[in-house]
């Protein structure tokens, strides 16, 4: 770290206080919890409380806003553990609904990144939306001609390339451009790809942009050639300004009523990249958990570094959604945060933590969050008294579940076995699949369809015994 690097408060801080300058409404947080929203379990993204407005509604604090958004997204939850993946975060965004535009918004993400934040301008690449002709969406010639004036002023060399899809990037590489153009890896919308958008949702060409660690070096295993959207981790990507223009109907795509812009800028990447670490587990939102797991283990970092990452990742979450109101269940939102805990507490013997230990890192979570969120300081005992309870649970499910799993190691796991290690263990199927991989225990390669035929035939016992006893 650069003795004059911003933390990540600091960071947030200098965001929030550009955008104010610029005449944006700071609005706070919305739940991890949707509240208007029943087609996703999680706020996943800064724009989704924003949706309606987004569509034309007029919010009540204008048409400028800004926030720091904290969100969850379980889909990463397989890749917590490298340098980069959380399944929570905060994402720093600000919108224009129907006010200014890439003219406008490009540029004050440079000045947030380089002046604000102090970030190498030489470091930075961006990407930009290759068109759809298929959709009748033009290639996204404006966006790059800004990015283009701005690297020269900063002098830094330019170069454009057309690249399409992330596989054929690396395979022929880019050349070092400045400016790549993907084709659907630059649509936004909450379906992916335009023609998944769903009917009546916004969308539109989105700008990307990444900071280059050339301490890394790429691995040939993501392709023989590194680009932007590399997954090995020599590009970070830091944000995304969204630039949404249409709306999906029946027949296609039409101009929304008002252009609007969402930007999300993940705030633990790029205090990542403020301290020039590829490691976003060493800021200041994760490395107190880190260093209070060293503490309680007597293992350092560089040993344990993928189940301290996993352990610092999920109990955060955990953490935040039990200050949101979900406590621990086998259904929804519940079982999600049940999921995170239990890992937590799998990913602990590595670490030879086989006592409680999460009401020792609660108060640090809430240390470090308590100032800008000042409610999970507020419900920092409830907290603790919420995931202590499911850990001591899951512990003594845990130790049976490993022995039961261990006495499969001869001849393999089969769907039925995985079946028994859920319902009479409490093993949950996730976990044991996982385990069984870390262990080397092979699978049934057809487990999945004889768990579901055990489980159906449970949910039938189950309810002819409720209807012999009404």
């Known amino acids: 770290m650069t003795a004059d690097a911003l933390t990540a408060d600091e960071i947030r801080r200098a965001f929030l206080d550009l955008m104010t300058e610029r005449g944006h409404v700071v609005i706070p ?5 949707p509240r208007d929203d029943p087609t996703t379990l999680f706020t996943g993204s800064g724009m989704q409380p924003l949706l309606p407005y987004l569509l034309g509604a007029e919010h009540p604090a204008g048409s400028r806003l800004a926030d720091s958004q904290t969100c969850l997204r379980v889909q990463d939850i397989e890749e917590v553990g490298d340098n980069r993946h959380t399944t929570f975060f905060e994402m720093l965004g600000n919108w224009s609904l129907g006010d200014y535009f890439k003219q406008e918004q ?8 380089t002046q604000r934040v102090g970030l190498d301008p030489a470091r930075i690449y961006v990407s930009c939306f290759s068109g759809d002709l298929v959709h009748g969406i033009p290639k996204d ?19 454009q390339a057309d690249v399409g899809t992330e596989a054929h990037a690396a395979a022929v590489g880019t050349d070092g451009a400045r400016i790549a153009f993907y084709g659907s890896k630059n649509w936004w919308c909450r379906g992916g ?34 680009h932007q959207n590399c997954d090995c981790g020599r590009f970070i990507e830091l944000g995304n300004s969204v630039f949404m223009e249409y709306r999906r109907t029946e027949s296609g795509f039409e101009p929304l009523p008002r252009r609007n812009v969402d930007y999300g800028g993940g705030l633990a990447r790029i205090a990542a990249a403020a301290m020039d670490s590829p490691d976003v587990f060493r800021i200041g939102l994760l490395w107190p958990i ?22 610092a ?19 929804a939102q519940g079982y999600v945060m049940r999921r995170l805990i239990r890992r937590a507490v799998r990913f602990a013997f590595d670490l030879g933590l086989e006592e409680n230990f999460f009401p020792a890192i609660v108060p640090t979570i809430a240390r470090i969050y308590e100032a800008h969120f000042p409610e999970v ?3 920092a005992d409830y907290v603790q008294r919420v995931l202590a309870k499911e850990e001591q649970a899951f512990r003594r499910t845990l130790r049976k579940g490993l022995r039961q799993l261990e006495a499969f190691r001869a001849d393999g796991v089969s769907g039925g076995e995985l ?28 487990w999945r369809t004889e768990f579901d035929e055990q489980m159906a035939a449970q949910r039938a016992r189950s309810q002819r015994s409720t209807t012999l006893h009404v």
């Not at 490009?106 to 990144?113: N, T």
């Open 290 to 311: 880190i260093e209070r797991l060293q503490e309680l283990s007597g293992t350092s970092y560089e040993e344990r570094t993928h189940a301290m990452r996993v352990i």
């Open 419 to 446: 079946f028994v290690l859920s319902d009479t263990f409490g093993f949950p199927i996730e976990l044991s699949t996982e385990e069984a991989v870390r262990q080397g225990i092979a699978v049934s390669p057809d």
């Open 106 to 113: 490009i540029p004050q993400v440079w000045e947030f990144l």
């Open 141 to 159: 010639e404006e966006a790059a001609a800004i990015w283009t004036r701005l690297f020269s002023e900063a002098g830094v060399s330019t170069g």
């Open 313 to 331: 990742d999920h109990l955060r979450g955990a953490a935040f959604l039990a200050v949101d109101g979900v406590q621990p269940s086998n259904k």
């Open 29 to 33: 947080r919305a739940p991890l919890i």
């Open 377 to 379: 300081g507020e419900h």
């Open 193 to 226: 790809k335009a023609e998944e958008m769903p009917i009546g949702e916004p969308g539109g060409p989105d700008s990307e942009i990444f900071y280059l660690f050339p301490q890394v070096e790429h691995d040939p295993a993501y392709g023989a050639h590194c």
